[in-house]
């Protein structure tokens, strides 16, 4: 079945460090991959998305590149700060009206 | 754009009493809703997928008798916890889909903490 793998937290910077968080993905079609954000107390919030094979998607500093040769949608950003402590999931959807799969979250820490 | 709201933010009922949630698009049309729960530290389960004016999809090992779901609008969806129980706690989050948005993004609710005693 489609699935996704990310890499487990919590993840600790610095401020201004580079982040990355792998994301793997396995699915039988050609899925739309996303990022979801999830800040303390509140509900999910759309990061970045991308539809297709080579697609860049970005915001806020955040990116990520779908790979289909490697089946990887890796999160990027080149200085986090505070206010970037979260969770991230990785997700899935193949087909238009197809339901989300999720990854099981990354916790992201951040220190001043 | 595209806010999707819950009521309550957080419920506490006693233990045999059921609960209802609510979910609503605020500023689009959703024919199509979710229902996911989150324990904590731990990734969204998809519950089932409420489509307006139909019968809700469950995920295999819910039950459809317990987590009854009426999407009754295009921006209407409810969950009512019936005869809930301790294990029932949990973080209740809707999604909806855009009717008019040629794309499959999820725009999220902020959850619905449930505490049963």
């Known amino acids: 079945g489609d699935s996704v793998t990310q890499m487990e937290g919590p993840v600790t910077l610095s401020e201004e460090a580079f982040l990355t968080i792998n994301c793997t993905y396995t699915?039988?079609?050609?899925?739309?991959l996303f990022w979801y954000v999830q800040y303390p107390g509140e509900g999910l919030q759309l990061l970045l998305k991308?539809?297709?094979?080579?697609d860049k998607g970005s915001n806020k500093g955040f990116e990520a590149t779908y790979r289909k040769e490697t089946t990887s949608f890796h999160l990027e950003k080149g200085s986090v700060q505070v206010s970037d402590s979260a969770v991230y999931f990785c997700?899935?959807?193949?087909?238009?009206?197809?339901?989300?799969?999720f990854g099981a979250g990354t916790i992201l820490r951040v220190k001043s | 754009g595209a806010v999707v709201s819950q009521h309550p933010s957080w419920v506490i009922c006693k233990s045999g009493t059921s609960v209802k949630i609510e979910c609503r698009s605020l500023?689009?049309?959703?024919?199509?809703m979710f229902w996911y729960r989150q324990f904590p530290k731990q990734s969204l389960m998809l519950m089932a997928t409420?489509?307006?004016?139909?019968?809700?999809?469950?995920e295999q090992g819910v039950e459809k008798d317990k987590f009854l779901i009426n999407h009754a609008s295009l921006t209407l969806s409810t969950l009512t916890v019936t005869s809930a129980h301790p294990e029932d706690s949990s973080f209740y989050i809707c999604s909806a889909r855009d009717h008019d948005q040629d794309t499959d993004t999820q725009y999220f609710g902020p959850g619905t903490r449930l505490t049963v005693l």
């Open positions: 991308a539809t297709k094979a080579d």
């Open positions: 409420s489509n307006e004016g139909s019968k809700a999809t469950y």
């Open positions: 500023d689009f049309q959703a024919t199509t």
């Open positions: 699915a039988t079609g050609y899925p739309s």
């Open positions: 997700a899935l959807s193949i087909g238009y009206g197809n339901k989300l799969v």
